[in-house]
């Protein structure tokens, strides 16, 4: 029996922090960061059954075309992801939940400009957050390694881990996006490379990042269909690192350890080697959502 102070539950009996319960809860479930971003998914589905905000998560289960979903904002980082997920779980209540996150990230390869899809088939976490569960067994060591190598991280920062997401939701959901590997930081300013005051650690950190490259495209998902309208699939001879954001390591970490499937495609709204910036992305990002829902019904 987990103790009340271990698990705590909100006065109504749901979750603490998402107000999700198994029965409010569907299968698929869409993450996004922003909490206003949730309301895109009341426009799209056809009714709603439950709504919920507390703080920055927001949560609305409802259907589409039949399928029932449920959108949850997040808020940014990996250590709302830790409460996030751990509830999710909770809720699911033994239940396999497809889960995809919806987000926004930073380019690091030229050719990806703003505006483009990234879907992730693999996540690096420089957060840490995975090495304080006892679960956790890295599956990929070889290109964990590698990484490390190739990174030559300073003293004192975390060690990398690595992990892929779900082969299904990748051939299901973003089969014609650019597929690579996400780096995912534990902040925006200089986990991220950028200077304003402070100087991050590693002055070249976005450009080793880019420059990582992992076997063969195919190499880690042997029982992964090929895509249909992989865009520059040609060019594609090995996994390279093709964007930073700031969660989706530990959705992966999560889905591995628990036994869910996860997947992240992310808007492009930044080309950090061209230095360029989409300010206004409300209806790129409304089409992708629009896309994820279609395609996961």
């Known amino acids: 029996m987990i103790k009340p102070s271990e698990l705590p539950l909100a ?17 698929k479930v869409l993450l996004v960061g922003d909490p206003s971003r949730v309301d895109m998914f009341k426009g799209i589905f056809d009714s709603v059954e439950h709504e919920s905000l507390n703080r920055e998560l927001h949560a609305v289960t409802g259907r589409y075309h039949g399928t029932r979903m449920t959108a949850l904002s997040t808020g940014m980082g990996c250590d709302n992801i830790d409460i996030v997920m751990t509830e999710l779980d909770v809720a699911a209540d033994g239940r396999k939940l497809q889960i995809v996150r919806i987000g926004t ?57 690595y ?12 089969h014609d ?4 590997i996400t780096a995912t930081a534990p902040g925006f300013y200089g986990p991220q490379g950028r200077t304003v005051r402070l100087h991050p650690v590693m002055d070249d950190l976005n ?50 350890m628990l036994g869910h499937e996860a997947l992240t495609v992310c808007l492009i709204i930044a080309n950090r080697p061209k230095g360029t910036f989409l300010n206004d992305y409300h209806e790129p990002m409304r089409q992708l959502v629009g896309t994820v829902v279609e395609r996961l019904k």
């Open 11 to 27: 006065a109504d009996g749901s979750l603490y922090h998402i107000h999700l319960t198994s029965d409010t809860l569907a299968d």
């Open 105 to 161: 990230s930073g380019s690091l390869q030229e050719e990806i400009d703003c505006g483009s899809r990234v879907a992730s088939v693999c996540a690096i976490g420089f957060d840490g957050l995975m090495n304080y569960y006892k679960e956790w067994r890295t599956p990929l060591p070889e290109m964990e390694a590698a990484f490390a190598e190739h990174m030559e991280l300073p003293a004192g920062t975390a060690r990398p881990y």
């Open 163 to 174: 992990v892929q997401g779900s082969a299904t939701l990748l051939e299901l959901v973003a």
């Open 177 to 180: 996006m650019y597929h690579g």
């Open 207 to 256: 450009e080793k990042l880019a420059s990582f490259e992992w076997g063969d495209y195919y190499r880690p998902f042997r029982t992964c269909r090929k895509p249909r309208e992989v865009r520059n699939l040609k060019e594609i001879r090995s996994l390279r690192v093709t964007n930073l954001e700031m969660e989706t390591s530990a959705i992966y970490g999560f889905s591995h």
